[in-house]
């Protein structure tokens, strides 16, 4: 069964700093996916960025990149420029071929001004 | 941009009632999912859905929990006799089909209130 670990339940980081945020998983498949969701108070899931794991090239969505290192399963999330918007729940979540996402327990990221 | 819609936003039942949720995946997507999230907690998968059959589910999914693709637009989530933990927010999600569309897009959720 694939695991999912965040072990930062809060982190804080003044704007237009940068912060990252530290997930592992376990798994003993090779191809699979991984993702980042923010969850604002609103309650919606929306997705930050993905990782498909054959690419060795991290993926980077403007402000936001990941650290992806296979061997070690760790996928960490760079916010750089932190901004007031960027405040909310942040979870790291594991896909293998189209079965059920499972997901961190989360880390509650709070930007301060 | 195509979207995942969920009806009602917030529905308050009172214990032992049956409620249907309801999602409308995005148009040409062919699997659908159900995930919850207890207040405080992690979001949790609940059923797979494809082809008109369940593919996978959780232990949480159990015989109080059904779903449906009715039409060829809609995709519910019934719960036939709701309990007090039952109340949490409840996500539908939809995805396309080959490895560049394993991404899953959520819906804005249902919360679900049992009093």
């Known amino acids: 069964a694939q695991t999912v670990t965040q072990s930062q339940p809060e982190m804080s980081v003044q704007e237009a700093e940068t912060v990252t945020l530290s997930c592992t998983y376990d798994?003993?498949?090779?191809?699979?996916?991984l993702f980042w969701y923010k969850q604002p108070p609103s309650r919606q899931m929306i997705l930050v960025i993905r990782?498909?794991?054959?690419?060795?090239q991290n993926a980077t969505e403007n402000r936001f990149s990941v650290n992806f290192q296979k061997a070690a399963k760790s996928f960490s999330l760079k916010i750089s420029d932190s901004q007031l918007g960027d405040t909310a729940m942040y979870f790291c979540?594991?896909?293998?071929?189209?079965?059920?996402?499972?997901f961190g327990e989360g880390t509650q990221l709070t930007v301060n001004p | 941009e195509p979207e995942v819609t969920q009806t009602p936003s917030h529905q308050v039942t009172q214990m032992g009632q049956e409620v249907i949720l309801r999602c409308v995946p995005i148009?040409?997507?062919?699997?659908f999912y159900w995930y919850r999230q207890i207040l405080g907690q992690k979001v949790e998968f609940l059923v797979s859905?494809?082809?008109?059959?369940?593919?996978?589910k959780s232990e949480i999914f159990d015989d109080q929990f059904s779903v449906e693709r009715p039409d060829g637009s809609n995709f519910t989530l019934k719960i036939r006799s709701t309990k007090l933990e039952d109340s949490a927010m409840y996500f539908c999600?939809?995805?396309?089909?080959?490895?560049?569309?394993?991404?899953?897009?959520f819906g804005p959720g249902t919360r679900l209130t049992v009093l």
């Open positions: 859905f494809y082809n008109n059959e369940i593919s996978e």
């Open positions: 148009s040409n997507h062919l699997y």
């Open positions: 999600a939809s995805r396309g089909t080959g490895m560049a569309y394993n991404e899953q897009f």
């Open positions: 979540a594991f896909i293998w071929w189209g079965s059920r996402l499972t």
């Open positions: 990782q498909e794991a054959y690419k060795q």
């Open positions: 798994t003993s498949e090779s191809n699979y996916y």
